[in-house]
């Protein structure tokens, strides 16, 4: 029973929800809001309280982007945490290419690189009890329909995979829009890395789906976010069944921590061509999930940006 649950990037979007929806189970005790801007937490918070009639969150400041406030912060963390729901992240910022002072691009960084940190934290400290969940997406596969290539990689060895989280693979190409699968997909095969090494932690990827009344696009390009945002997710995908509520992407995060059905080192997500609807385990789509090897190799390859 996960009675204690931190979700990151929980002051607006899916987090938001899923921290709204899990507040209305019994069980749960205690929701940590692991956000990096205390005033929106703040308002996030009293909003949650009001919905949901229950005072049971607390903040946590970190930018997951920045490695050491999440030291900080879980350095002066006192509880522990049944369930981490590590949801932060989307398509890197205004500068998605630029390399951090832990020389990954930002778009690695508020994707993975911070929640890598996260977990091992927690473990450092035995604070982590039961289940951690990454937000992956469909891109992490390729998503045809959005001309979402699947990520190409020659070799998936670590080297290469250090060149992804680097950007240095992609030159002066880095089209934040294709690289964010390559990333998401990255975290995938961290997650089942982890599985393998921690048996009695379930640790799993899932997607949101293509979730509406979301920020995920904001930081696109002008053009791609008319056309993808208010174009295409609010009425194209709509009128064909390609998307869904916040409510149905949030359900799928909490289903994920609690549901057995779910199992550990397994990526979820939607079925083959759609964003929305049933998940099935991804491995069944693209074999390169399931490959033990490239996984080790991701998980090494992120690793080697920790000191
Ligand atoms: N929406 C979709 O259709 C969809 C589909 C597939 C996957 N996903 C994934 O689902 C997750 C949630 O997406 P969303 O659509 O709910 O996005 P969103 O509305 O943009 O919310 C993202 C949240 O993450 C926080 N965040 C971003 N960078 C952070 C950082 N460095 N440190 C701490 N918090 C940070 C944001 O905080 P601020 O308010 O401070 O910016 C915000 O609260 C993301 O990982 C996204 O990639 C979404």
Not at 53 to 78: L, W, Y
Not at 136 to 153: F, V, W, Y
Not at 178 to 183: H, K, L, R, T, V
Request: include cysteine; proline fraction near 2%.
């Amino acid at each position: 029973m996960n009675k204690t649950i931190m979700i990151t990037g929980a002051n607006s979007g899916i987090g938001k929800e899923t921290a709204r929806q899990l507040a209305l189970l019994q069980e749960t005790e205690k929701i940590y809001l692991a956000c990096r801007s205390i005033v929106k937490a703040e308002v996030a918070k009293k909003e949650l309280i009001e919905s949901t009639g229950r005072d049971i969150f607390e903040i946590i400041i970190m930018d997951v982007s920045q490695p050491e406030t999440v030291r900080k912060a879980i350095q002066e963390f006192n509880g522990t945490v049944d369930a981490l729901i590590e949801n932060a992240g989307g398509t890197g910022g205004k500068t998605p290419e630029r390399l951090t002072k832990d020389g990954v691009t930002e778009l690695t960084a508020s994707n993975l690189l911070g929640h890598v940190v996260l977990v091992d934290e927690l473990l450092k400290a035995n604070k982590l009890n039961n289940v951690v969940l990454f937000a992956s997406s469909e891109a992490a596969r390729g998503i045809k329909k959005m001309g979402m290539l699947r990520p190409n990689l020659e070799t998936s060895s670590t080297e290469e995979f250090i060149s992804v989280f680097n950007g240095s693979k992609f030159g002066n190409n880095f089209d934040a829009f294709q690289i964010y699968g390559w990333i998401k997909y990255g975290g995938s095969l961290w997650i089942s890395s982890m599985a393998r090494k921690h048996p009695n932690i379930k640790f799993l990827s899932m997607s949101p789906g293509a979730t509406r009344g979301t920020g995920g696009m904001d930081d696109l390009s002008f053009i791609k976010r008319i056309f993808l945002k208010h174009i295409g997710m609010k009425f194209i995908m709509p009128m064909l069944g390609l998307s869904h509520s916040l409510e149905s992407g949030a359900q799928r995060f909490v289903e994920g921590i609690n549901n057995p059905f779910y199992k550990s080192g397994k990526f979820y997500a939607s079925k083959k061509n759609v964003l929305t609807g049933k998940m099935i385990d991804q491995g069944t789509i693209w074999s390169d999930l399931d490959n033990s090897k490239f996984q080790e190799n991701a998980d090494n390859a992120i690793h080697s940006f920790i000191a």
